[in-house]
C-alpha cells in the first residue's frame, strides 16, 4: 500500500516537471505557491517583504507578464500575483464558470485567505474589471492603484466590442480559439506595436498554457465576457467614488488598437487627481516599455 502510494506521487511530479518544461525559469525564477479555493487551485507567486503590491493580469497572459516588475519590487516590497484559474500555472477546472464577476469572486476569496491587508493593486486589461471590482467594494483595503490599459463601464454600446462579440460567439470565433490557440498565437502579437520586442522564447510562454482545446476554454469564456458581462461592468463603475480619494497611477500604451486612447480620456475624466504616463507602445506595455514602467511604479511607489 505505502509503496504504491509512492509510485503515485512520483508518477503525479513526473507528469508534473513534464508539462512545465515549456518555463523559462531565467524570465520567471520565482518559487510557485497554491491556493486552494472553492472553484479550484489557484497559482500565485509571493516575493519579498512589506507592503503588499497585487498584481491582476488580463487574457491571454499570466503572471509571467509582470515578472520583470516583481523581481526589482520585490526588494523593497511583498509582490503576490496570482494566475486566474484556467490561466498560467493555475488549475484548468472543467465546471468553472469561467466569467470576469466568478474570477472576481476568487481573487476576494484568495485576498480574504491570505489576509492581505493595505493593498497596492496593480491591473491591466480584464484584470481591470476583475481587480477593481474588488477595490470598490473593499476600498478600505486598498492604499494606491496602478491601472494599465483597461475598461469599467459597460460595453454593450461600445461598436467595435460589438464586432469582437460577434466574431468570438460565431462557430469561427470558437473553432479559432479552440482549435488554432489564436488568443495567444495571433491576439498577443498583435497587442504589440513592435512585434519585434515580442521573441519567439517570450512569446512561447504565453502559448504553451493553452496545449489542447480544454485548456483553451477559459480564454473564449473570458472573452465573451467583454460583452456579456457588460451590466456587472457598469455597476462596478458607478461604485468608483469609493475609490476617487485614492491614489491612482495610469500607465498607457497609445498604439493600443484593442483598448484605445478614448478609453483613457473616460479614465482621465473620472480620475482628475491621477498621475498618468503615455508610452509609445501598444496593449502590452509590461512588455514593450518593462523597465520605462517600472521607473514610473517606483516613483510613485516612493
Not at 518555463?23 to 520565482?30: A, G, I, K, S
Not at 490599459?149 to 460595453?155: A, D
Not at 488568443?183 to 502579437?189: E, F, G, M, W
Not at 465576457?225 to 456587472?232: A, N, Q
Request: proline letters at 3%.
Amino acid at each position: 500500500m505505502k509503496s504504491t502510494f509512492i509510485i503515485l506521487l512520483l508518477t503525479i511530479m513526473v507528469n508534473y516537471l513534464v508539462a512545465q518544461q515549456w518555463l523559462d525559469t531565467t524570465q520567471y525564477p520565482f518559487q510557485s505557491h497554491a491556493a486552494q479555493l472553492k472553484a479550484g487551485k489557484m497559482h500565485y507567486i509571493d516575493e519579498g517583504e512589506g507592503e503588499v503590491i497585487l498584481f491582476v493580469h488580463g487574457t491571454p497572459t499570466w503572471s509571467f507578464l509582470y515578472r520583470d516588475f516583481i523581481k526589482k519590487l520585490s526588494k523593497n516590497y511583498r509582490c503576490i500575483a496570482i494566475d486566474h484559474l484556467g490561466f498560467g500555472l493555475s488549475a484548468k477546472v472543467e465546471n468553472f464558470e469561467g466569467t470576469p464577476q466568478a474570477h472576481s469572486a476568487n481573487l476576494t476569496e484568495f485576498i480574504q485567505q491570505l489576509g492581505l491587508e493595505n493593498l497596492t493593486l496593480v491591473v491591466h486589461d480584464f484584470g481591470g474589471p476583475i481587480g477593481l471590482s474588488y477595490a470598490v467594494q473593499h476600498a478600505d483595503n486598498i492604499k494606491q492603484i496602478v491601472l494599465f490599459n483597461s475598461w469599467l463601464w459597460e460595453t454593450k454600446s461600445s461598436t467595435s466590442a460589438q464586432k469582437i462579440n460577434k466574431v468570438i460567439n460565431s462557430g469561427l470565433g470558437r473553432f479559432l480559439y479552440l482549435n488554432m490557440n489564436f488568443s495567444p498565437k495571433v491576439l498577443l502579437k498583435k497587442g504589440f506595436s513592435n512585434k519585434k520586442l515580442l521573441s519567439k522564447n517570450i512569446h512561447r510562454q504565453y502559448i504553451k498554457p493553452f496545449p489542447d482545446k480544454a485548456s483553451r476554454k477559459p480564454l473564449l469564456t473570458i472573452a465573451k465576457g467583454l460583452v456579456r458581462s457588460s451590466d456587472w461592468y457598469q455597476e462596478q463603475w458607478d461604485e468608483l467614488p469609493s475609490l476617487q480619494n485614492k491614489k491612482w497611477l495610469i500607465l498607457w500604451g497609445t498604439k493600443d488598437e484593442f483598448i484605445t486612447t478614448e478609453y483613457l480620456a473616460k479614465w482621465e475624466e473620472a480620475l482628475s487627481g491621477a498621475s498618468v504616463v503615455r508610452f509609445d507602445c501598444g496593449h502590452f506595455v509590461q512588455e514593450e516599455k518593462n523597465m520605462e514602467a517600472l521607473t514610473a511604479i517606483e516613483a510613485f511607489l516612493n
